[in-house]
């Protein structure tokens, strides 16, 4: 974890848990402009780990006959019949898994890196996203493959907000984020201007920029928890205990049939002790990068974010995106590798 922050990093933090015993750890600051220091219980962006929330209280709606997870959704969402017209019926378990073959919405909003500063200060709400979208031709040959959309979970987010009435962010304070008293998980916009959220940054044009209160980021079923390192094992914890779901929507959730790392709203690797698995998530924006690892059994989680440093987005310097994911691999490893001695 040090070795991050001496490559410039802005923090790090990690928790660790065992039966009986809990590890964590911080290194760096909060805040650049302040130098206070960063502690493992600090507030961060954790991105697409917000997907395997979403994935539960989408199978809630399963288990409470709303909708079957083969079901189509095109004649419940009005984006599917006004909006993005796709070549034929788009399943729940589709929207889930990354199979629908739907496009991603930042392939029209990022191209360039003179669209930085838009990205970074416009709020794309989950309608805007579809649309975006809809710009995009939906190739009924894309069915059925594999292709990471946060634009199918944003309409996994109008599928909730349709069937339960009520607005996505309170139906996942609700379902998970209440009952699991995750008292620093929060999808409230203005939580990203609290002190106990360390501070991300890119630089554009040479220039540094705090971009930590980006709209762009905040409110998501697709990206937009804010949480610590405590609150995102505590979630997968229970969701493997089986507090969240049912066992056969856990069941449903940890099968992979196209992907082989991928299943409903959760990622997925290899153990390194025994023939099971792990299953988890990733989050990563330009100025966060999380990784989960969790035991199917609820006995171990290991979560750590990095905030890098304050470099171009990708958009402006292509290399940028080796650097994340050479990171985000890293944090895997070593989440696996700490996990890994447990091991009998």
């Not at 070549?87 to 191209?111: C, Y």
């Not at 996203?129 to 009924?140: G, N």
Request: charged share 20%; hydrophobic share 35%; with cysteine.
């Amino acid at each position: 974890m040090r070795a991050f922050v001496d490559q410039g990093s802005v923090a790090v933090v990690a928790e660790v848990r065992w039966p009986g015993g809990t590890w964590s750890r911080a290194y760096g600051v909060r805040s650049l402009e302040s130098g206070e220091a960063a502690t493992p219980e600090d507030q961060v962006f954790v991105a697409s780990i917000t997907k395997s929330m979403t994935a539960v209280s989408v199978m809630k709606l399963v288990e409470d006959g709303l909708i079957g997870l083969d079901d189509p959704v095109n004649g419940i969402l009005d984006s599917f019949t006004t909006v993005l017209r796709p070549p034929g019926p788009i399943t729940v378990r589709q929207l889930l898994g990354h199979t629908s073959g739907m496009h991603t919405f930042q392939e029209v909003t990022e191209k360039t890196a003179d669209d930085v500063p838009r990205v970074v200060s416009e709020d794309i709400s989950t309608q805007r996203a579809l649309e975006l979208t809809a710009q995009l031709r939906w190739d009924a040959r894309d069915v059925g493959s594999f292709r990471y959309s946060d634009s199918g979970y944003m309409a996994l987010g109008q599928l909730v907000e349709k069937l339960r009435g009520q607005p996505f962010t309170e139906v996942l304070r609700a379902e998970v984020i209440d009952p699991l008293k995750l008292e620093d998980t929060s999808v409230d916009p203005a939580t990203a201007a609290t002190p106990s959220v360390i501070r991300g940054y890119i630089t554009y044009g040479g220039e540094r920029l705090d971009v930590t209160e980006s709209p762009g980021t905040l409110d998501s079923p697709a990206y937009g928890v804010i949480s610590t390192m405590s609150d995102i094992n505590d979630f997968y914890a229970a969701l493997f205990r089986g507090d969240l779901v049912s066992p056969g929507s856990l069941q449903e959730m940890t099968t992979t049939e196209v992907f082989p790392l991928y299943g409903l709203g959760l990622r997925k690797w290899n153990q390194g002790c025994d023939d099971k698995h792990r299953f988890g998530g990733t989050g990563g924006f330009w100025t966060y990068r999380t990784a989960s690892v969790a035991s199917t059994d609820g006995q171990y989680q290991a979560t750590m974010t990095l905030v890098p440093p304050p470099m171009p987005t990708p958009l402006e310097d292509p290399e940028t995106d080796d650097k994340l994911n050479l990171w985000d691999d890293q944090m895997v490893s070593a989440l696996q590798e700490t996990l890994d001695r447990f091991c009998p």
